[in-house]
């Protein structure tokens, strides 16, 4: 392997002390080009550790610790440092919202090792690598509006014109229930396409770019 001349100064954030040991193993006799200068087991942690800031780090995606992925990620973006996150799971959403708040890399966990070594030094170089596993799933995945049966669009299309849910209900001939779980039903729908349909606002947003109703 070629001596590179820049040295990549990585930190790994990973609650899992074994797959720690074993990255931070193959890292060092993978890669003559990174040096891992932090391996920790939380967020603080990295914040606080001496070498901080770093050239990238990679984060893992499944900490129990209740902060948003997304906050992790633009307090990096700000100190300058790159991101590439590793996750157990693969969820195109996640994989989406993560990339649009600024991660370089992501990666799922059973990756083979060369791919983590080779999102690292993408990320170094201000590139963006996601694995093709999940090349392929973020595009066979487009973002599209979901299938709603005509009465789920009824329902979306009078709620979102700002009737309450009663009225609703009323002029659709159905029960205050009925349009109540109509509209859980609609906002699931949505929550599996990767779309937040969770306020009447966002509902409404929603609602117009997908022709439901006519501004």
């Known amino acids: 392997m070629s001596m590179h001349t820049d040295n990549i100064r990585l930190a790994i954030v990973d609650d899992h002390k ?3 040991g074993a990255l931070t193993e ?3 006799s993978a890669a003559d080009d990174i040096s891992m200068v932090a391996a920790v087991a939380t967020w603080p942690e990295l914040l606080t550790h001496p070498e901080f800031p770093v050239d990238v780090v990679l984060l893992d995606l499944d900490l129990k610790d209740n902060i948003p992925v997304v906050l992790k ?3 990096l973006k700000t100190t300058g440092v790159k991101t590439v996150l590793m996750s157990t799971y693969s969820d195109p959403k996640f994989v989406r919202e993560a990339l649009a708040a600024g991660a370089h890399g992501y990666l799922v966990k059973s990756e083979d090792a060369s791919m983590i070594v080779q999102a690292i030094r993408a990320a170094y170089r201000g590139q963006m690598f996601v694995s093709d596993e999940l090349d392929v799933a973020l595009n066979n995945e487009p973002n ?3 299938k709603l049966s005509a009465q789920e669009r009824r329902v979306m ?3 979102a014109a700002g009737e309450p849910v009663k ?3 009323y002029e659709l001939s159905i029960s205050e229930e009925t ?3 109509y509209l859980k039903r609609i906002r699931e729908k949505y929550r599996s396409s990767g779309f ?3 306020t009447k606002v966002a509902l409404r947003k929603r609602a117009i770019l997908d022709g439901i109703i006519i501004e």
């Open 167 to 169: 009225s609703v209900a």
């Open 18 to 20: 074994m797959l720690l």
């Open 179 to 181: 349009a109540k779980s």
């Open 144 to 146: 599209e509006a979901p």
């Open 26 to 28: 193959w890292i060092r």
């Open 157 to 159: 299309a009078l709620y």
């Open 73 to 75: 990620i633009s307090t």
């Open 196 to 198: 937040d349909v969770g």
